[in-house]
């Protein structure tokens, strides 16, 4: 399958739990970050965004949580649907001052069980 | 209606060949950039254009290059294609600066052989 070989970090739940994805950002001067899903053979698909100006964030079924103090932003999903199954990204901007750039993480592999 | 679509979804070519892929987005987005995705997923910016001026140029081989006739439209050209070329490349736009690489299409499968 598509996930052989790709070596990123996993998750995997039961349909009806509820997930934590985390991510690790390395730049204080950030101040814009997002989550994005992206599903087999296409693109990332925006989910939810966060300022640094908050400590949290909901969505529908989604949570984002920012602390800035160790510099962690995590996705939580509620209720955790087969449909979720996808690799998740968090992104950060502010690397090296530019607005206009998006630095990505690495991506975790969630995988849904029905 | 498609907010950001690529052509062509996918493209196999032999090395040393040219190759152009085609972005428009919808959308009225101020900005828009391409992305390479590697094997292992991960994703970097390669450049970004705001309003058709070129605002972030990450370090990438010259033989590509990014081609913006209006800011609705951001095509990306590659010259002699290298085995390395191979991956998946996306188009995305946002709004402005404050909303950066919101919207992404569907990606571009390169394949050299």
């Known amino acids: 399958g598509e996930s052989v070989g790709l070596h990123l970090p996993t998750l995997s739940v039961q349909e009806g739990d509820n997930s934590i994805i985390n991510c690790a950002y390395s730049n204080s001067a950030s101040d814009y970050f997002i989550w994005y899903k992206q599903e087999s053979g296409k693109g990332p698909q925006f989910i939810i965004d966060i300022r640094s100006n908050m400590d949290k964030r909901q969505g529908q079924r989604v949570t984002v949580l920012l602390n800035k103090t160790v510099k962690h932003l995590s996705l939580q999903i509620a209720a955790t649907q087969p449909g979720d199954s996808a690799v998740y990204f968090c992104a950060e901007n502010g690397s090296g001052g530019s607005n206009y750039k998006l630095t990505f993480g690495k991506g975790t592999l969630l995988t849904v069980n029905p | 209606d498609t907010a950001v679509s690529q052509t062509p979804k996918y493209l196999v070519t032999q090395m040393g060949n040219d190759k152009s892929i085609k972005c428009e987005q919808n959308l009225g987005h101020d900005t828009m950039y391409w992305y390479k995705q590697d094997s292992k997923k991960f994703l970097k910016i390669m450049f970004s254009y705001n309003n058709k001026e070129l605002i972030i140029n990450e370090t990438v081989p010259n033989r590509f290059s990014p081609k913006s006739p209006d800011k609705a439209h951001l095509n990306l050209h590659i010259n002699s294609l290298e085995l390395g070329d191979s991956a998946v490349y996306f188009c995305?736009?946002?709004?402005?600066?404050?909303?950066?690489?919101?919207?992404f299409g569907q990606g571009t499968r390169l394949t050299v052989v």
């Open positions: 995305a736009s946002s709004q402005d600066d404050r909303a950066p690489g919101a919207f």
